[in-house]
């Protein structure tokens, strides 16, 4: 690394013209990521949004599912630029939530099991319709995963995945509709 280039410890990452450095950050004994943190940046949620809208124009999709947290923004910026509604899965339970369905997922950020609930009314807004699920990152695909789990539980059809950016093994995501693939950075121990 070039100790004279102050972006030595970043990734560049350019959404629809929209420059970034992600810092690099270990999660791992042996791993570290480049992070994308899209909370509090509305110039790149907003970028990012009309790009996914611009991919997924030909996609018929009626309800956008995300998961708390960092890619709330870009699920309510995509509803603005389509038109259509969010539901947002959630990491705690709370009364007001119902009758909710949940699963498990693993975090690569925190390295940690998490559950995702589906509230009881956004269940009901999603069942028998085709949801387009959004992330910010699509990693290990565990959150994916659950995503997938709880649709199934609700009885909606996925039409399809969007996230900003991929990361890890490219090829596992080309499925994924996503504007940019980050690599992961093996540390020697
Ligand atoms: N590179 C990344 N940035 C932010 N969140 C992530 N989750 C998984 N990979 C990530």
């Not at 450095?21 to 970028?47: M, R, S, Y």
């Not at 990693?139 to 969007?162: D, K, P, Y």
Request: charged share 15%.
């Amino acid at each position: 690394m070039n100790p004279t280039d102050s972006h030595s410890n970043s990734h560049p990452l350019n959404i629809n013209g929209v420059q970034r450095h992600l810092p690099l950050f270990k999660v791992q004994p042996d791993l570290a990521i480049a992070v994308l943190n899209i909370l509090g940046d509305t110039e790149l949620t907003e970028a990012a949004a009309a790009a996914l809208q611009q991919r997924m124009a030909d996609i018929d999709f009626d309800v956008i599912v995300t998961a708390e947290a960092k890619s709330i923004p870009l699920a309510y910026a995509l509803s603005v630029h389509s038109g259509r509604p969010y539901v947002v899965l959630r990491k705690n339970y709370k009364s007001y939530m119902g009758e909710a369905l949940s699963t498990e997922t693993l975090s690569i950020t925190t390295g940690k099991t998490q559950t995702l609930y589906l509230d009881a009314k956004d269940r009901a807004a999603i069942q028998g319709r085709q949801v387009a699920l959004v992330d910010d990152v699509v990693s290990t695909g565990s959150t994916l995963a659950a995503m997938r789990t709880l649709m199934a539980q609700a009885e909606a059809e996925v039409a399809a995945v969007a996230a900003i950016c991929t990361e890890g093994n490219a090829e596992q995501w080309a499925e994924v509709i996503a504007l940019a693939h980050l690599p992961v950075f093996p540390l020697s121990a």
